[in-house]
Protein backbone atom coordinates (compact mmCIF):
# COMPACT_ATOMS: atom_id res chain seq x y z
CA UNK A 1 0.00 0.00 0.00
CA UNK A 2 0.81 3.47 -0.74
CA UNK A 3 0.57 7.10 0.85
CA UNK A 4 -0.05 10.05 -1.10
CA UNK A 5 0.68 13.22 0.26
CA UNK A 6 -0.58 16.21 -1.45
CA UNK A 7 1.03 19.85 -0.92
CA UNK A 8 -1.57 22.14 -2.12
CA UNK A 9 -1.75 26.33 -2.54
CA UNK A 10 -1.59 29.24 -4.73
CA UNK A 11 1.40 29.63 -6.81
CA UNK A 12 4.65 30.52 -4.69
CA UNK A 13 3.56 29.59 -1.20
CA UNK A 14 6.22 27.45 -1.01
CA UNK A 15 4.70 23.95 -1.99
CA UNK A 16 7.94 22.84 -3.06
CA UNK A 17 10.34 23.54 -0.59
CA UNK A 18 7.85 22.25 2.45
CA UNK A 19 7.34 18.50 -0.09
CA UNK A 20 11.65 18.99 -0.54
CA UNK A 21 11.61 18.75 3.25
CA UNK A 22 8.95 16.08 3.72
CA UNK A 23 10.97 14.31 1.35
CA UNK A 24 13.84 14.44 2.92
CA UNK A 25 12.61 13.81 6.21
CA UNK A 26 10.11 10.94 5.50
CA UNK A 27 12.12 9.45 2.47
CA UNK A 28 9.06 9.49 0.58
CA UNK A 29 9.14 9.84 -3.21
CA UNK A 30 8.32 12.92 -4.71
CA UNK A 31 6.77 14.51 -8.15
CA UNK A 32 6.15 18.33 -8.23
CA UNK A 33 3.24 19.74 -10.23
CA UNK A 34 6.02 21.05 -12.46
CA UNK A 35 7.95 18.32 -13.32
CA UNK A 36 5.57 17.10 -15.67
CA UNK A 37 4.41 20.93 -16.88
CA UNK A 38 7.86 21.61 -17.89
CA UNK A 39 8.67 18.14 -19.71
CA UNK A 40 5.30 18.56 -21.49
CA UNK A 41 6.19 22.01 -22.51
CA UNK A 42 9.55 20.92 -23.79
CA UNK A 43 7.82 18.92 -25.86
CA UNK A 44 5.13 20.16 -27.28
CA UNK A 45 4.67 23.91 -25.68
CA UNK A 46 3.48 26.18 -23.54
CA UNK A 47 -0.35 25.43 -23.08
CA UNK A 48 -0.88 23.61 -26.09
CA UNK A 49 -3.90 20.73 -26.47
CA UNK A 50 -0.94 18.22 -26.70
CA UNK A 51 0.84 19.93 -23.96
CA UNK A 52 -1.78 19.52 -21.55
CA UNK A 53 -2.37 15.67 -22.32
CA UNK A 54 0.83 14.82 -22.03
CA UNK A 55 0.98 16.44 -18.44
CA UNK A 56 -2.13 14.84 -17.55
CA UNK A 57 -1.11 11.51 -18.61
CA UNK A 58 2.27 11.55 -17.26
CA UNK A 59 0.92 12.36 -13.63
CA UNK A 60 -1.92 9.58 -14.34
CA UNK A 61 0.78 6.99 -14.65
CA UNK A 62 3.18 8.51 -11.75
CA UNK A 63 0.03 8.04 -9.54
CA UNK A 64 -0.96 4.12 -10.94
CA UNK A 65 2.40 2.99 -10.69
CA UNK A 66 2.88 4.44 -7.22
CA UNK A 67 -0.14 2.55 -6.32
CA UNK A 68 1.19 -0.85 -8.11
CA UNK A 69 4.73 -0.91 -6.58
CA UNK A 70 3.36 0.15 -3.17
CA UNK A 71 5.74 3.92 -3.44
CA UNK A 72 4.39 6.72 -1.41
CA UNK A 73 4.48 9.81 -3.44
CA UNK A 74 4.47 13.36 -2.17
CA UNK A 75 2.56 15.46 -4.99
CA UNK A 76 2.23 19.40 -5.10
CA UNK A 77 -0.74 20.83 -6.70
CA UNK A 78 -2.29 24.77 -7.86
CA UNK A 79 -6.62 23.35 -6.73
CA UNK A 80 -9.12 26.34 -7.81
CA UNK A 81 -11.37 25.39 -5.43
CA UNK A 82 -14.07 27.28 -7.03
CA UNK A 83 -13.46 24.58 -9.94
CA UNK A 84 -15.60 21.67 -9.25
CA UNK A 85 -13.14 19.62 -11.91
CA UNK A 86 -10.06 20.28 -9.60
CA UNK A 87 -11.54 18.99 -6.11
CA UNK A 88 -12.87 16.03 -7.97
CA UNK A 89 -9.75 15.35 -9.33
CA UNK A 90 -8.37 15.58 -5.86
CA UNK A 91 -10.76 13.22 -4.37
CA UNK A 92 -10.00 10.75 -7.17
CA UNK A 93 -6.71 10.23 -5.89
CA UNK A 94 -7.71 10.37 -2.66
CA UNK A 95 -10.02 6.66 -3.58
CA UNK A 96 -6.97 5.56 -5.62
CA UNK A 97 -4.46 5.35 -3.17
CA UNK A 98 -7.31 4.77 0.01
CA UNK A 99 -8.78 2.00 -2.27
CA UNK A 100 -5.58 0.28 -2.25
CA UNK A 101 -5.04 0.31 1.84
CA UNK A 102 -2.52 3.83 1.22
CA UNK A 103 -3.50 6.99 3.66
CA UNK A 104 -4.22 10.50 2.01
CA UNK A 105 -3.34 13.79 3.65
CA UNK A 106 -3.52 17.14 2.38
CA UNK A 107 -1.24 19.49 3.05
CA UNK A 108 -2.86 23.27 2.19
CA UNK A 109 -0.08 26.31 2.50
CA UNK A 110 -1.34 29.82 2.52
CA UNK A 111 0.76 33.21 2.88
CA UNK A 112 0.81 36.58 2.51
CA UNK A 113 0.37 38.29 -0.94
CA UNK A 114 3.52 40.02 -0.01
CA UNK A 115 5.66 36.99 0.73
CA UNK A 116 4.38 35.25 -2.32
CA UNK A 117 5.43 37.61 -4.47
CA UNK A 118 8.83 37.44 -2.70
CA UNK A 119 9.38 34.02 -3.31
CA UNK A 120 8.02 34.21 -7.03
CA UNK A 121 12.00 35.50 -7.45
CA UNK A 122 13.98 32.85 -5.45
CA UNK A 123 16.74 31.48 -7.54
CA UNK A 124 15.82 27.75 -6.25
CA UNK A 125 12.41 28.55 -7.62
CA UNK A 126 13.71 29.66 -10.70
CA UNK A 127 16.52 27.25 -11.22
CA UNK A 128 13.77 24.18 -10.43
CA UNK A 129 10.76 25.75 -12.91
CA UNK A 130 11.82 27.10 -16.27
CA UNK A 131 8.71 28.27 -17.21
CA UNK A 132 9.30 30.58 -14.14
CA UNK A 133 11.84 32.24 -15.14
CA UNK A 134 9.76 35.45 -17.12
CA UNK A 135 9.39 36.96 -13.55
CA UNK A 136 7.26 39.49 -14.62
CA UNK A 137 4.73 37.29 -16.27
CA UNK A 138 4.79 34.79 -13.34
CA UNK A 139 4.41 37.83 -11.23
CA UNK A 140 1.17 39.33 -13.82
CA UNK A 141 0.05 35.52 -13.41
CA UNK A 142 -0.24 35.29 -9.72
CA UNK A 143 -2.05 38.63 -9.28
CA UNK A 144 -4.96 36.85 -12.07
CA UNK A 145 -5.28 33.94 -10.77
CA UNK A 146 -6.06 35.61 -7.17
CA UNK A 147 -9.37 37.40 -9.48
CA UNK A 148 -10.10 34.23 -11.05
CA UNK A 149 -9.63 31.80 -8.99
CA UNK A 150 -9.77 30.46 -5.05
CA UNK A 151 -7.01 29.42 -4.26
CA UNK A 152 -7.52 28.51 -1.00
CA UNK A 153 -10.25 27.08 0.90
CA UNK A 154 -12.48 29.00 2.94
CA UNK A 155 -11.96 29.26 7.31
CA UNK A 156 -13.61 26.16 8.87
CA UNK A 157 -13.89 24.27 5.21
CA UNK A 158 -12.41 21.26 5.22
CA UNK A 159 -12.58 19.02 2.12
CA UNK A 160 -10.73 15.43 3.71
CA UNK A 161 -10.46 13.43 7.04
CA UNK A 162 -6.95 14.37 7.13
CA UNK A 163 -7.10 17.86 5.68
CA UNK A 164 -4.41 20.05 7.63
CA UNK A 165 -4.16 24.20 6.74
CA UNK A 166 -1.07 26.05 7.41
CA UNK A 167 -0.22 30.11 7.09
CA UNK A 168 3.53 29.37 6.51
CA UNK A 169 4.26 33.11 5.89
CA UNK A 170 6.83 32.82 8.79
CA UNK A 171 7.66 29.47 9.13
CA UNK A 172 10.67 27.77 7.51
CA UNK A 173 10.00 24.67 5.15
CA UNK A 174 11.76 22.44 8.04
CA UNK A 175 9.25 23.72 10.44
CA UNK A 176 6.25 23.40 8.25
CA UNK A 177 7.43 19.40 7.81
CA UNK A 178 7.85 18.98 11.35
CA UNK A 179 4.24 20.12 12.01
CA UNK A 180 2.56 17.75 9.58
CA UNK A 181 4.87 14.76 10.40
CA UNK A 182 4.09 15.74 14.11
CA UNK A 183 0.40 15.92 13.93
CA UNK A 184 0.03 12.52 11.46
CA UNK A 185 2.40 10.76 13.56
CA UNK A 186 4.39 9.93 10.33
CA UNK A 187 7.33 7.34 10.03
CA UNK A 188 10.31 7.49 7.39
CA UNK A 189 10.86 4.66 5.24
CA UNK A 190 13.68 2.72 5.13
CA UNK A 191 15.34 3.71 1.85
CA UNK A 192 18.33 4.70 0.41
CA UNK A 193 19.04 7.95 -0.65
CA UNK A 194 19.27 6.89 -4.57
CA UNK A 195 15.53 5.48 -4.26
CA UNK A 196 13.53 8.45 -3.29
CA UNK A 197 15.72 11.35 -5.17
CA UNK A 198 18.27 10.16 -7.27
CA UNK A 199 19.61 12.76 -9.51
CA UNK A 200 18.04 15.60 -7.34
Not at 16 to 30: G, P
Not at 73 to 90: G, R, S
Not at 97 to 124: D, M, V, W
Request: proline residues 2%.
Amino acid sequence: MANLIIVCGPQAVGKMTVAESLRDKLKYNMMMNHDSIELSDRIFGFATPAQRELNAAVREKAFELAVKHNVDLIFTYVCAFNVPEDCDYLARLRDQFEQSGGKFYFIELSASLEERLARNETPHRLERKASKRDVAWSRDNILRDMERYRLNTEEGEYLFENHMKIDNTNLTPDQVADMVIEKYGLTANEKEEREYRFGV
